[in-house]
């Protein structure tokens, strides 16, 4: 993941920065959302990746665990009005006198500066004053806004995120931080640049909704078909005009000129007309697999189910049947990925260990014909055997369930732990029945020769078949959101936040949509005494961390 080992601390906010915030989580950050005591909205449908911590930034209390977070974050993601955090004192003069590595990011409506800065606003706002909002809609309409994208998600959130991952490169070369003042109208305003370049070219020329790209052109505008659906058309080239034209039934030669804008409301009624004599689905029938540009206007409930779409493997619906968007990061696409490599390598570790442990009289006697340094050669091998295996144990049980929580869809997370306690059990179940029987009287024990042979032929057997299984049975696919909301339980004291209900594998954390836990408000109540916490996870921290090595020792 490109931001594994980023830490960023997001004040929580409306959609741009926890759109931010998700970005950054989604590719490896660790993005700690922090809440306010009030915050009863329900849990954020933008947490995808995020651990939350409930916190009164109006308490001092409260406002000094922010500054121990940032203290040691590499990002704040802010989303206030101008002043609001200087009046905390938690403005960015004060944190990266703490933390001069910080990159302090603010996003925000109309910016730090200028004499909109402190107004209210929303989405539509920021695009009216960007210019754009002027240029979108049907000719003598008024102007709309298309939802709520172009300036919350657009020019804010994704913007900012640029904006920080280029000040995060920035910081490689000269160790500082630096402030972000990211506007959704400046923002949005360079989404537009082409509209800007293009202004003496013609393109934009006519009136709102009559020209080509806005809807004016026959050739770059939706139609109803017969089942109430609709397909988009987008042919501007003349080689894919005239592909919609032969699609449509119709002969170029008996149509006014493609660009003969006189001529485009008369063709757009022709072509609607036609649209509307088909289904939505005869007319993917007719144009798939063409270069005609005209594709099915797929709604939400149809959109996970589209054969392209499933190709790619870019939605992914949860246990509500609910499309969720992943981010899809080259590791999750890859055929072995980045971890199983890894897991791969410390697996052929543990047999050479097992085989160099088991084998050391015989390796010796093999290689050294002195009789008075076998003694120490077989010691020094075993030895060796003994670390080789115990340093790939130590280490194999984190990457296989960080590999599962990271890149495996929920249901392959599951069946993939499924496995993982499967053989787990058998592992030591096996180890306590090779070890209860009398091999020196069974013509298997006597073929593979002594004790230690036969477990360690057994044991290389099930290690063998457990990597066949981790590395061939599941399947991988782009991130996802989990659809149960896990209540987010931390103590604010706890600077590492962890917590026994969180689950952490791997690089990112999964389950964080979760309700505001009240417990954990910071305004000067009692609060769970972390050592406390502490001493209860350690026993099931070490239980879970290691079930593979304890399974895996059981052989011998």
């Not at 085989?355 to 006697?365: E, Q, V």
Request: hydrophobic letters at 40%; a positive charge.
């Amino acid at each position: 993941m490109a931001l594994r080992g980023i830490t960023v601390v997001e004040l929580a906010g409306l959609a741009p920065v926890p759109f931010c915030g998700m970005v950054l989580a989604d590719f490896g950050a660790q993005v700690v959302r922090v809440d306010r005591p009030a915050a009863r909205s329900g849990p954020s449908r933008l947490a995808r990746g995020k651990r939350s911590l409930v916190v009164d930034l109006k308490q001092p209390r409260g406002a000094a665990v922010l500054r121990r977070l940032c203290a040691r974050a590499d990002v704040m993601l802010e989303p206030f009005r101008p002043g609001v955090m200087e009046k905390l004192q938690l403005g960015p003069e004060i944190l990266q006198k703490e933390n001069p590595r910080l990159i302090y990011a603010r996003l925000s409506g109309f910016g730090q500066s200028g004499r909109f800065s402190k107004m209210a606003g929303h989405d539509i706002n920021y695009l009216a004053l960007s210019g754009v909002l002027s240029r979108i809609g049907r000719s003598g309409e008024n102007p709309y806004a298309p939802l709520n994208l172009l300036a919350d998600f657009g020019g804010g959130g994704l913007m900012c995120a640029m904006g920080i991952i280029m000040a995060l490169f920035e910081r490689t070369r000269s160790g500082k931080g630096q402030v972000i003042d990211a506007s959704m109208v400046e923002g949005t305003a360079y989404l537009s640049s082409f509209m800007w370049k293009t202004q003496e070219t013609g393109l934009w020329e006519q009136p709102r909704g009559q020209n080509m790209l806005d809807g004016g052109a026959p050739f770059y505008t939706t139609y109803r078909t017969a089942d109430g659906g609709f397909m988009a058309v987008g042919a501007i080239e003349p080689q894919f005009y005239e592909l919609l034209i032969k699609g449509l039934g119709l002969k170029s030669d008996e149509l006014p000129n493609q660009l003969s804008m006189k001529d485009w409301p008369e063709m757009k009624k022709k072509f609607a007309d036609i649209f509307a004599k088909k289904t939505k689905a005869e007319w993917c029938q007719i144009f798939d697999g063409t270069d005609a540009c005209v594709t099915p206007v797929l709604t939400f409930e149809e959109v996970t189910h589209h054969g392209h779409n499933k190709d790619r493997g870019s939605f992914i619906t949860d246990t509500e049947q609910r499309p969720v968007v992943g981010s899809a990061s080259d590791h999750c696409r890859a055929r072995w990925g980045r971890r199983r490599p890894y897991i791969l390598t410390l697996g052929l570790m543990m047999l050479l260990g097992m085989a160099m442990y088991l084998n050391g009289d015989a390796i010796i006697s093999a290689l050294i014909a002195d009789p008075r340094r076998k003694p120490i050669w077989a010691i020094s091998i075993t030895m060796i055997g003994v670390v080789l295996f115990d340093f790939a144990a130590d280490f194999i049980d984190g990457p296989i369930k960080a590999y599962l929580f990271d890149v495996c869809t929920h249901r392959d997370k599951e069946r993939g732990l499924h496995f993982h306690a499967l053989f787990t059990g058998l592992g030591g179940a096996l180890g306590y029945l090779l070890g209860a029987i009398d091999w020196a009287h069974l013509e298997l024990g006597r073929l593979l020769g002594t004790e230690f042979q036969v477990m360690f032929f057994f044991s290389s057997l099930v290690l063998t078949l457990c990597f066949i299984i981790h590395l061939c049975s599941i399947p991988e696919a782009p991130l996802r959101d989990v659809a149960k909301d896990i209540p987010p339980q931390q103590a604010p004291q706890d600077l590492a936040l962890s917590s026994d209900k969180m689950y952490e594998y791997g690089s990112i954390e999964k389950v964080k949509n979760g309700y505001v836990n009240q417990e954990l408000v910071l305004q000067g109540g009692k609060t769970k005494n972390p050592a406390e916490q502490v001493k209860m996870q350690v026993p099931f921290y070490l239980l879970r961390k290691n079930t593979l090595v304890l399974s895996l020792c059981s052989f011998f």
